[in-house]
């Protein structure tokens, strides 16, 4: 079992910044994140290794979000910037296999809201 807690959500104005943070009680395989905002489809965000290799983003995040980890803190890290309204949604980290789709994950935390305001 991995217990996931993530934080540094909330309100920011469009073009701004955010960094999410999320503690793992233990390491994966892969860490990574999904988003969802209302009336949408759960959706991926970013993923890395536990090495630290290929990390692999969303085409509507590519070049304005940067994944990485810390595996001495067994902590992940979502560095948000030049947010859009779009952006705006809860969002999960996750762990378990490498991977874009949902089911390459076995752990969710419990998600953390982001707005960003227009």
């Known amino acids: 079992q991995v217990q996931l807690v993530e934080s540094g959500g909330g309100m920011v104005q469009a073009g701004g910044s955010l960094r999410l943070s999320c503690a793992a009680s233990r390491r994966t395989i892969a860490m990574g994140w999904f988003r969802q905002a209302p009336g949408k489809e759960r959706e991926f965000v970013a993923t890395i290794t536990w090495t630290g290799d290929s990390p692999t983003y969303a085409d509507s995040v590519k070049g304005r979000f940067t994944i990485s980890r810390d595996n001495a803190k067994n902590t992940l890290y979502l560095q948000m910037n030049s947010l859009k309204p779009e952006d705006a949604a809860v969002y999960y980290c996750?762990?378990?296999?490498?991977?874009?789709?949902?089911?390459?994950?076995?752990?969710w935390g419990q998600g953390t809201q982001v707005t960003v305001s227009s």
């Open positions: 996750v762990a378990g296999l490498f991977g874009t789709s949902k089911e390459s994950y076995y752990y």
